[in-house]
């Protein structure tokens, strides 16, 4: 397990972190292919909190894309590093989740977040933040579809409705399993949404979630409690 430091350099207001989203936003790639779906490696990341120990805790955890074999995993702890503002929440993760990622003993591939990329009132989501950071390919898939709007899909799996800020399409609402509530896909950097649904459908065999997500969520909440007073 890794422990992290909070940047020196890291925003501390609303108003500097929304300035540095500002500057990285121009940066994010929305049209690129991505990698093939079951191809190469997928990596999820997710992160768990402890406010009152002021403890943050992120997991990665890489997966053949073919078969969802386990290739690798690594974990980081630090403090938290922003306060709680809707729209800001990357601020609040980005250090400790990329410390996983570098922590690992292979090339992530696709990385998916438990989240949102373009589907972000500044259409800039942890999963475009990370991707432009890292420069790899990254995608959102959320539980919840914040503050914008849909149909719902049909009731197949596969089934899918767009999500939408008014008239602009952010994301999609995508059926994962039949008849079960939906999931919103979105772009993150240097991936198409038809490819990021493709992949999200990829990696939801039995599960209304994605495995990356399943098995991040389950290692960083193993790296919480176990984490030592920082």
Known sequence: MTTVRTPADWPVTEEEARTVQDALRARVVLDGPGPPPGTGRVTGVDVAYDDERDVV???????????????????????????????????????????????????????????????????F????????????PTIGVAKNPFVFTHDEPGAPRGSASPLLAGREEVGRALRTRDAVKPVFVSVGHRVSLDNACAHTLALTPAYRLPETTRRADALCRRALAGAAPL
């Open 57 to 123: 805790a992120a997991a990665a955890v890489v997966l053949d894309a073919a078969t969802l074999d386990l290739v690798a995993e690594s974990t980081a702890v630090g403090r938290i590093s922003f306060p709680y503002v809707p729209g800001l929440l990357a601020f609040r993760e980005i250090p400790t989740v990329l410390a996983a990622l570098d922590a690992l003993r292979c090339p992530p591939g696709l990385v998916v977040c438990d989240g949102y990329g373009l589907a972000h009132p500044r259409r």
């Open 125 to 136: 989501g942890l999963a475009s933040h990370l991707g432009v950071l890292t420069g790899l």
